[in-house]
């Protein structure tokens, strides 16, 4: 008998929590959209400050998110629905908290708090970073999912056949080329190109023993050529500000920069995880590019990289 009303009273709980969720309304707002909520005009501006903080790697200065600001009494139940909120207001907590689909959903909610402008500016110092990273990190959860519902299976079936991995293709990449180990996916896009490359290096599985400059670049000019003879894509590795910067992730390799064709005015961001495939003793690379001349190139590329994340050994 106690058993039954327990799973009786789980049910009810479970049942109440999927019903608020299915009452809740969808939250609004374009992706990297930041609300921030302040009453306090200088706390305000230094919290925009951070989240404007350029992204690394684009060919020009563009903010991590697009911000605007409003004050609470004209916080309406409109604004409330935002997908990314950020609430700043005053006391002793002088840190950062965080709260899901409180008015809406999917939502995040970052409460800001801090006992002074000089307190929150230190706060920003301390944690800015985090806070950007929080707000990425919805952004690209928000990515994916819409990725996992709208992709492209048949350009997944030919990766799984010729790189033994499964990696999740944007449904609108239905343009392709094939090269020696090497497959090229775009949305052949004329003013907007975002494309995904997938190619083997085939000496080893370090990831801390491969040349990643020198790699990428003679796989790109044997199979990405210009329109005319002597043109071929390559990274850009100077001035130092520019230069391509790798890191480690767990068992990835990750690495991001700029490409330039040679001998042509075509150039864009770049990004590329690798993962070691140590039954087949290779690396695999998964890359990112856009070539979107006159437009900002945020979004494009990180719209791109839930794609190049998502590359996993295929495990038959």
Avoid at 40 to 54: K, Q
Avoid at 193 to 219: E, F, P
Avoid at 225 to 238: A, I, L, Q, W
Wanted: aromatic share 6%.
């Amino acid at each position: 008998m106690r058993w039954t009303v327990a799973v009786a009273t789980l049910l009810m709980l479970l049942g109440c929590h999927d019903g608020r969720k299915a009452l809740m309304l969808e939250s609004v707002g374009k992706p990297y959209e930041v609300l921030v909520v302040c009453d306090d005009s200088t706390m305000a501006a230094l919290v925009r400050a951070e989240l404007e903080t350029p992204v690394y790697g684009l060919p020009q200065a563009e903010p991590s998110f697009d911000v605007s600001t409003v004050d609470t009494k004209h916080l309406n139940a409109t604004l409330r629905t935002t997908r990314n909120l950020v609430m700043v207001g005053k006391g002793n907590d002088n840190d950062i908290r965080i709260r899901h689909d409180v008015y809406a959903q999917p939502q995040i909610e970052v409460l800001v708090s801090a006992s002074s402008a000089q307190q929150l500016s230190r706060l920003m110092r301390e944690k800015g970073q985090q806070l950007r990273k929080v707000l990425t990190v919805n952004e690209m959860k928000a990515a994916h999912e819409q990725l996992e519902r709208h992709h492209n299976a048949e350009a997944e079936r030919t990766i799984r056949q010729l790189f033994g991995v499964e990696m999740l293709i944007p449904a609108d990449m239905t343009s392709s080329k094939r090269g020696k180990d090497f497959l090229w996916l775009s949305n052949n896009s004329p003013d907007a190109m975002q494309n995904v490359c997938i190619y083997i290096y085939k000496k080893g599985t370090d990831l801390h023993d491969v040349r990643w400059v020198a790699l990428r670049d003679s796989v790109m000019r044997a199979n990405i050529p210009g329109e005319e003879p002597g043109m071929y894509m390559h990274t850009v590795n100077e001035p130092y500000e520019r230069q391509v910067i790798g890191r480690m992730e767990g068992q990835r390799y990750s690495f991001c920069g700029l490409w330039e064709m040679t001998g042509d005015m075509m150039g864009g961001p770049f990004s590329c995880v690798a993962i070691a495939d140590t039954a087949r003793q290779r690396i695999i690379v998964a890359e990112a590019f856009v070539y979107a001349p006159g437009r900002t190139k945020r979004n494009l590329m990180m719209a791109l990289q839930p794609v190049v994340s998502s590359i996993n050994i295929h495990q038959k």
